[in-house]
């Protein structure tokens, strides 16, 4: 191994002294093996650079609340306050499903109770346009008669 | 935002959590290489940060004292040998197909299997500095202060560990 590579293994980070980098570009014109160990090490950094990392937003959301079970902080009361608010709506919510449901039942109960007195009307009605539509030919029989006579 | 958290103040908190989380998990996943362990210590490494913040006087920057808890975090849920390497055969089956054609014939998995493998044959106190310095570009300076340890031991790690992985992953690195 080149006894220079220590160097240029600083040079890559840009950490050598001003007075010896001159040195190490000199040297890294005519030394293949260094040429070569800095092109490799440059490579492996983008090796590991270009690995995605396996992460995800609950993640955070899971130290956050590690946190909060040790004591870090506590919920806040505008947080508290929202939380409140949500339950309210929840509530509000039931409950305005619960009275729909409520009305719909109500609507199709007295739907059925009214069957009998709508049939009973309908029958109702019925006679009646039969009774009317009987009176003309009552009124002409009797004419008949009359003109018999 | 330091004093508010001290003081309680969940927003501030959830501040701290959104602008560190990622670095935390960067640096935990690389030491660890294994997902959920790395979910753990940087859980860890919050509940640490909130234990020692009433200590915590400025004299070093958060990043640097944040850094420092990260990686002890991380280092201290590390096995203390490797348990998910390869073994000989499954090591010799990837190098060889890497050494075949090394851009098309492994497979993204297979490389980031390769990467693992390579990096756990590290010993842990070259490893962390390899992450902070090649990874997150940490200045020899800093990567000193974040391990407490000299500027020239720093310098001697960083080359032993880049050295190693060049053999290591010479199969990777034979295309040019």
Known sequence: ?149 | MLERCRKGDERAWAEIVNRYWGLAFRVAYRILRHKEEAEDAVQDAFVQVYLALRNFRHQSQFRTWFYRIVVNCALARLPPSPVESLDESQEIELVERAHEDPESVVLAHERSQLLDWAIQQLPPDWRTVFVLRELEGLSYAEIAEVLGIPIGTVESRLFRARQRLRQLLKPLLSDG
């Open chain 1, 1 to 149: 191994m080149c006894e220079w590579q220590r160097k240029v293994s600083v040079y890559l980070d840009g950490m050598l002294a001003p007075d010896e980098i001159a040195a190490v570009i000199a040297h890294l014109k005519v030394c293949d093996e260094c040429r070569k160990a800095m092109t490799e090490w440059q490579q492996i950094r983008r090796q590991f650079l270009m690995e995605s990392l396996p992460t995800s937003p609950a993640m955070i959301a899971a130290t956050l609340e590690r946190l909060e079970r040790e004591g870090a902080f506590r919920t806040s009361n505008l947080r508290s306050q929202i939380q409140r608010l949500d339950l309210w709506f929840t509530r509000l919510d039931i409950a305005f499903r619960a009275a729909m449901a409520v009305a719909v039942l109500v609507t199709l109960l007295l739907a059925n109770s009214a069957a009998p007195v709508l049939r009973a009307r309908d029958a109702f009605q019925a006679k009646i346009q039969q009774a009317i539509r009987l009176i003309p030919l009552i009124h002409s029989n009797e004419s008949e008669q009359v003109n018999r006579r």
